[in-house]
């Protein structure tokens, strides 16, 4: 005998179908609104996320299947399987809140953003910098653009953060490291408090502790053969912008002064190459130019300024010697030697 087409009545949703099998196979009627009440509610949750309503009805066919073939038994046990605490794969996964905003600092501005996960991490940024910030839950993707930038991250479990400059990749969990991209293409990576990943493509990742640090000025070198160990005191002068100053123990008068243009809008300009290789030590203000090239005069008097007003209109300070004269031979207050 022919069976009787079902065409000719409406045709009945997949939640329909579900609830005339559902009522056969489940008994008393009580498990069955409980069943029911359990499936509406993890398929409104569900609904928001198309990946997760198809594996929702993929279980919910095989409920019905199951029930079909060997009723209430074997229902319940697939339910008790299927629908673990919380409600396993009937609960979708809350959906991720994806940001990403850009930050930047000016010509002798510092920054900080305090990182939103409770631990009390900071993110400075030093003079003229730019990073793109992508959160995405407790992922912090970090990309260093341009300049400087000191990461203070206290412990948090389930933080992840990943800082990317050009090819290199950090990883951190709790640690006190800051980055730098120097306007000669150089990269720097110092480690002042606990220790990071680094990795390159097709490289092997590597371990940078406390008080290490790497220099990477081209494609040719590798991390590890970049890294050093230097002092806890090196590592403190090489963040003292963090405090608004530039410490320097023997070094170089034009080093010196690439600094302190880097917070300023005033140029320092140095005459000769000579001058270039002096030697200064001390602690100068980083925006205050003025008071640090008076600093460089009282410590070599044959030393003059000459100011001028560039094409763009900022102040040029000019360091030179008085006409006729040398530099004297004198020793800084670190011990290092000028030459004639």
């Known amino acids: 005998m022919k069976r009787k087409s079902s065409t000719s009545g409406p045709r009945r949703t997949e939640s329909e179908v579900f609830d005339a099998v559902l ?6 009627p009580k498990l069955s609104r409980d069943f029911r009440a359990r499936l509406d509610e993890a398929l409104a949750t569900a609904e928001a996320n198309e990946a997760s309503r198809k594996r929702y009805w993929g279980e919910v066919r095989r409920l019905v299947a199951m029930s079909a ?3 209430i038994a074997v229902v319940a046990v697939a339910l008790g399987l299927l629908v673990p605490r919380p409600w396993g794969w009937l609960t979708a996964p809350a959906a991720q809140t994806t940001s990403e905003i ?6 002798g501005e510092r920054r900080s953003v305090k990182v939103p996960d409770g631990s009390g991490s900071v993110i400075t940024l030093n003079t003229n910098s730019v990073m793109r910030w992508r959160k995405a839950g407790e992922n912090y993707d970090v990309a260093v653009l341009k300049g400087e930038v000191l990461f203070d991250m206290h412990p948090n479990p389930r933080r992840h953060l990943v800082v990317t400059l050009r090819e290199l990749t950090i990883v951190d969990t709790a640690t006190m490291f800051a980055v730098q991209l120097s306007e000669d293409g150089a990269l720097r990576v110092t480690v002042q408090e606990g220790q990071v990943q680094l990795s390159e493509p097709h490289r092997l990742p590597t371990v940078l502790s406390q008080d290490e640090q790497i220099v990477l000025g081209g494609a040719d070198h590798s991390i590890e053969a970049a890294r050093q160990r230097i002092s806890p005191q090196q590592v403190d002068q090489l963040l ?3 405090r608004g100053v530039l410490e320097l123990e023997c070094s170089s008068v034009g080093n010196a002064v690439r600094q302190i243009n880097r917070y300023n809008v005033t140029e320092i300009q140095l005459a000769d190459a000579h001058l270039d290789r002096l030697p200064v030590a001390g602690v100068f203000p980083v ?8 600093a460089l005069i009282a410590a070599y008097p044959n030393l003059e300024l000459k100011e001028s007003t560039a094409a763009n209109g900022t102040s040029v300070l000019e360091l030179r010697r008085r006409p006729g004269a040398g530099v004297e ?3 800084t207050e670190s011990g290092c030697n000028a030459n004639r």
Do not use: I
């Not at 850009?102 to 010509?107: A, P």
């Not at 925006?287 to 008076?294: G, L, Q, S």
């Open 23 to 28: 009522a056969k196979a489940l008994k008393p």
């Open 69 to 71: 073939v060997a009723g």
């Open 102 to 107: 850009l930050v930047s600092t000016r010509v």
């Open 240 to 242: 003292s912008w963090r």
């Open 287 to 294: 925006d205050d130019p003025r008071a640090f090239v008076h």
């Open 329 to 331: 031979s004198r020793k």
